[in-house]
């Protein structure tokens, strides 16, 4: 294995990995991580000074780099966001070195298709099981269970009835959906709307079947690199309300009151709120389940 000398504090795999953004994820007994980024298999032992890893095909430190978004300067975030906001220091403590990863956005779409009425676990089976069924499996030396990340191209070739049987639910009807209307498109994937405005490509992406304002403002964050995007749920409603927009605590989340939600944010927070609202969505998460 290769040898990265990134310190957790900037980079903490760990938390990132399992912080509800990405789901394909699988940690073995001796802590390390192995995954899939498109049909690269990835391994990764994360040290607190660094971390050891290891693709394949091999030396595919470019896909690694891209996938964990290490231009990214996240102490220089972290100023900004606490000079904006002082009291986000204790969420930088309790989450140093969580980043947004750079995944490809039809993965994102079929993992967020996936999440309504649903939990983490869930989903993670969803999409691993999705990875199954579509069949490209990954032969690497280091993983006898591996395949490459589900393509909407892929998941078209398969029947509503197959995904309804593999336990998909209503959600099998979307899926199905989005690979026929991708293919009809003579696309193969969502890469292209990532040369679009983001108010463009999410129109585009709101036009397609289960795709409401959070899956596609999902989908701009974690898959099409709009760092700025905000997929705005109760936990940023809850932030924002109380430090900055009391005005509009108690009204039903209408399109304005989404959209204004997600404008006071990316306000206090700037270009990278997008960020920063996975900071908002951890602390909820882990306070959820220390409650439960």
Not at 124 to 132: E, F, T, Y
Not at 177 to 191: E, M, P, V, W
Request: charged fraction near 25%; hydrophobic fraction near 45%.
């Amino acid at each position: 294995m290769e040898w990265a000398g990134i310190p957790a504090a900037e980079l903490n795999i760990p938390l990132t990995l399992t912080s509800g953004q990405s789901f394909g994820w699988h940690e073995l007994e001796n802590g390390r991580w192995i995954g899939a980024v498109g049909e690269t298999g990835v391994l990764l032992e994360p040290e607190e000074d660094g971390f050891r890893w290891a693709t394949w095909p091999e030396g595919r430190w470019d896909v690694i780099q891209r996938y964990l978004a290490l231009d990214v300067d996240i102490e220089g975030l972290y100023r900004t966001w606490t000079a904006a906001d002082a009291s986000f220091a204790l969420l930088i403590e309790r989450f140093r070195g969580l980043r947004v990863l750079r995944q490809s956005a039809d993965t994102v779409l079929c993992a967020f298709v996936c999440s309504s009425c649903n939990n983490v676990p869930r989903i993670a089976r969803m999409i691993r099981a999705l990875a199954r069924m579509t069949g490209r499996r990954i032969i690497a030396p280091w993983a006898a269970d591996l395949f490459a990340e589900p393509s909407l191209t892929h998941v078209g070739r398969l029947a509503e009835d197959v995904l309804r049987e593999a336990g998909f639910g209503y959600r099998a009807r979307y899926l199905a959906q989005l690979g026929t209307r991708i293919a009809a498109q003579g696309t193969d994937s969502l890469s292209e709307l990532a040369f679009l405005r983001w108010d463009e490509a999410r129109t585009r992406l709101m036009a397609l079947p289960g795709v409401g304002p959070k899956v596609a403002d999902c989908v701009g964050l974690f898959g099409l690199g709009h760092d700025h995007v905000i997929p705005v749920d109760r936990h940023v409603r809850r932030y924002v309300v109380s430090r900055h927009r009391p005005d509009l605590a108690g009204k039903s989340l209408t399109t304005n009151v989404y959209t204004a939600l997600a404008s006071a944010f990316r306000g206090i927070m700037g270009p990278y709120a997008g960020w920063a609202q996975q900071y908002v969505f951890m602390a909820a998460r882990t306070r959820r389940d220390s409650d439960s």
